[in-house]
C-alpha cells in the first residue's frame, strides 16, 4: 500500500529539521526565513517494528523488509494561503495527494528562530493552518456545487450522491469546522473521497519542543494535546531537533545520546507509529530463510485481502491461509515447534487478519 503523510505548518515551525531526521538526509532545506521550501520533498520512511527483528533471529532471515510510509514536506503556509499567499494554492494542491496530515506546531522559544506571525502560540498556528484549509475547500466546493447541481436535476445517479455529499461537507465548513466532523456511510466512502477535501483527511497533531522538554513535553504542547482530543485528531510531542542529531549517528551511539537524555526510543518513532495508526492500518508477516517481512493490512482485513497485497493473484485464487500469532511463534522458536503445539492454524476466507499475525498462503 503506497501511504502518504503531508507535513504542513507555519514558516519556521521545524516542519523541515523534522523532514531531514524522518528520511535522515539534508534534502529539506532548513533555513530561518519562509518559503526555504518551495517543492514538495518527499522520502520513504520504514516503520519501527522490532518484531521483525525477533523473527528473523528465530527463522535466520538474510533480509528484513519494514512496511513503509511517505512523508511529503509541504513549504510552510501563511495566513492567506488559500488566496495564493506565499504561493498557497500550489502548496495546497500537494496536500491533496496525501492520505493524512501531520500539523506541526511550534511549542518551543528561541529568540534566534522568527515566527510568521512574531509570537509563540501553538493554537493559533493550528488555527491558521487549519483555516486556510477550510476555506480551500470551501471555494472547491463552491466552483462546483452548481454544475453538479444541473446533472443532479438531469437524473445523474453519481451526481446526485456528489450533491448530497458535498451538502453534508458544506454544512460543517461554512461553520468554521473541518470536513473530518462529517460522518460517511461506508457505501458512501469512495465518493466522499473523490471530493479531494484537505480538511476530511486524518489529523495529526506534532508538538515540536526544546531538548529539555523531549521526553515529557512542556505547557505549549499540552495545549496541543487538548486541541487535539477535542478535535477527535491524534497528538504526538517531539523534538525534531535532538532527532535531526540522532539521525547521524549509529545504532549504538544513538543509544547512549537517548540514554543521557532520559529518552527510551527516538520521537520519531512514536511519530510514525501514530501516523500509521493514524490511518487505520497494521501489520502481519511472513517468515522465512531468505526474509522476515511486515505487510501493510488496514485493521479488518480478511486473509484473501491481506494476501492480495502481495500479488493480487494470491488473493484470486486463495485457498487457505496459515497461521500462527507472534507470541506463539516467538514462544516456540519457530514454525516447526508451533505446527507441532498445535498453533500454527488454517484460516479460511472470512478469517480476519490480526495485527502480527505470522502467515503463510495457499493459492490455485
Not at 20 to 32: G, V, Y
Request: hydrophobic share 45%; charged share 25%.
Amino acid at each position: 500500500m503506497a501511504l502518504k503523510v503531508a507535513i504542513v505548518g507555519l514558516p519556521n515551525v521545524g516542519k523541515s529539521t523534522l523532514f531531514n531526521a524522518l528520511t535522515k538526509t539534508a534534502a529539506a532545506q532548513a533555513a530561518n526565513y519562509p518559503f526555504c521550501t518551495i517543492e514538495p520533498n518527499t522520502g520513504d520512511v520504514a516503520v519501527p517494528e522490532p518484531r521483525l527483528e525477533q523473527l528473523a533471529a528465530i527463522a535466520g532471515s538474510k533480509d528484513i523488509i519494514p512496511s513503509r510510509i511517505t512523508f511529503v514536506d509541504i513549504a510552510g503556509l501563511v495566513r492567506g494561503a488559500s488566496k495564493g499567499e506565499g504561493l498557497g494554492n500550489q502548496f495546497l494542491a500537494n496536500i491533496r495527494d496525501c492520505d493524512a496530515v501531520a500539523f506541526v506546531a511550534r511549542c518551543f522559544v528561541d529568540d534566534d528562530i522568527t515566527h510568521v506571525e512574531n509570537r509563540i502560540d501553538p493554537i493559533s498556528d493550528l488555527d491558521i493552518i487549519e483555516t486556510e484549509l477550510m476555506l480551500a475547500d470551501l471555494e472547491s466546493l463552491e466552483k462546483r456545487v452548481v454544475n453538479v447541481e444541473k446533472k443532479a436535476k438531469g437524473g445523474d445517479k453519481e451526481a446526485q450522491t456528489a450533491l448530497r455529499l458535498i451538502n453534508m461537507a458544506l454544512t460543517p465548513l461554512r461553520a468554521g469546522k473541518p470536513a473530518r466532523v462529517v460522518k460517511v456511510d461506508k457505501e458512501d466512502e469512495k465518493a466522499w473521497h473523490m471530493l479531494q477535501l484537505l480538511t476530511s483527511l486524518p489529523a495529526l497533531y506534532v508538538a515540536n519542543v526544546d531538548e529539555a522538554s523531549a521526553d515529557k513535553g512542556n505547557e505549549l504542547s499540552d495545549l496541543v494535546a487538548k486541541r487535539a482530543a477535542a478535535d477527535n485528531a491524534k497528538s504526538v510531542v517531539i523534538s525534531a531537533k535532538i532527532d535531526s542529531e540522532l539521525a547521524v549517528l549509529d545504532p549504538e551511539e544513538q543509544a547512549e545520546f537517548l540514554e543521557g537524555l532520559g529518552l527510551a526510543e527516538p520521537g520519531l518513532n512514536r511519530l510514525i507509529r501514530e501516523a500509521y495508526a493514524l490511518l487505520g492500518l497494521q501489520s502481519y508477516f511472513t517468515v522465512g530463510p531468505k526474509e522476515a517481512r511486515a505487510w501493510t493490512i488496514p485493521v479488518g482485513a480478511t486473509a484473501p485481502q491481506a494476501a492480495g497485497v502481495i500479488h493480487t493473484d494470491f488473493e484470486k485464487g486463495f485457498i487457505r491461509a496459515e497461521t500462527i500469532a507472534f507470541d506463539d511463534f516467538v514462544a516456540l522458536k519457530g514454525e516447526a515447534r508451533a505446527r507441532e503445539a498445535g498453533k500454527l492454524r488454517a484460516e479460511g476466507k472470512a478469517y480476519v487478519v490480526k495485527d502480527g499475525d505470522v502467515m503463510n498462503f495457499l493459492f490455485n
